[in-house]
């Protein structure tokens, strides 16, 4: 019975923060580009921008899952009886600072990444420009580099989370029967 309540409790964080990131992350990417108005594109039925934002969402979303494993991991163990040695309003905080930490390092690595990958490419392709005319294409290449980014960085931020949060110890884990 623990075992399910465990993964009740697990799927319905993860909804909760699945909801959350979405809708956090895609406010603060539209409001982050100053090019153009991204919502504005969006609405008129610009595809090339529908698929970037897709693609940040998408790439924010890994980002964001990957520095949350270990957390989620921790908490889960202290549902279960675990000695963590924590107070809940301690786990709490660590939860918050971590969806924080996750957010900030998503918005900087994409939003960095795209502004490096413009410049490198501003000589014979004016990328913000392309994506307001609906040049689905560079919504492609675009969403392409989001993704790679999202996935080099996801790994990154796994192993940052891992070290910041306490783990518990193969000797302390009790496996579910």
Same mark, same amino acid.
């Given at each position: 019975?623990? $075992?399910? #309540?465990? *993964?009740? =409790?697990?799927?319905?964080?993860? %909804? @909760? /923060?699945?909801?959350?990131?979405?809708?956090?992350?895609?406010?603060?990417?539209?409001?982050?580009?100053?090019?153009?108005?991204?919502?504005?594109?969006?609405?008129?039925?610009?595809?090339?921008?529908?698929?970037?934002?897709? $693609?940040? #969402?998408? *790439?924010? =979303?890994?980002?964001?899952?990957? %520095? @949350? /494993?270990?957390?989620?991991n921790?908490?889960?163990?202290?549902?279960?009886?675990?000695?963590?040695?924590?107070?809940?309003?301690?786990?709490?905080?660590?939860?918050?600072?971590?969806?924080?930490?996750?957010?900030?390092?998503?918005?900087?690595?994409m939003?960095?990444?795209?502004?490096?990958?413009?410049? @490198? /490419?501003?000589?014979?392709?004016?990328?913000?420009?392309?994506?307001?005319?609906g040049?689905?294409?560079?919504?492609?290449?675009?969403?392409?580099?989001?993704?790679?980014?999202?996935?080099?960085?996801?790994?990154?931020?796994?192993?940052?989370?891992?070290?910041?949060?306490?783990?518990?110890?193969?000797?302390?884990?009790?496996?579910?029967?």
């Open positions: 019975m623990v $075992a399910f #309540l465990v *993964g009740v =409790a697990k799927l319905l964080v993860s %909804a @909760l /923060t699945a909801v959350l990131v979405v809708f956090v992350t895609y406010k603060v990417f539209v409001k982050a580009n100053t090019d153009f108005d991204e919502e504005k594109e969006i609405k008129n039925g610009n595809v090339a921008v529908g698929i970037l934002v897709t $693609a940040l #969402l998408l *790439g924010s =979303a890994n980002i964001i899952q990957n %520095a @949350l /494993t270990p957390l989620t921790l908490l889960l163990y202290s549902l279960q009886g675990g000695d963590t040695a924590m107070s809940r309003t301690r786990l709490a905080l660590y939860a918050a600072a971590h969806l924080s930490m996750a957010f900030i390092m998503a918005v900087v690595a939003s960095f990444s795209l502004r490096v990958f413009g410049r @490198l /490419t501003r000589s014979y392709m004016r990328a913000g420009l392309e994506l307001q005319k040049n689905v294409a560079v919504g492609l290449l675009l969403a392409g580099v989001v993704f790679v980014v999202g996935m080099y960085i996801g790994d990154g931020v796994e192993a940052l989370a891992k070290s910041l949060v306490p783990q518990a110890g193969f000797s302390q884990i009790q496996m579910m029967r």
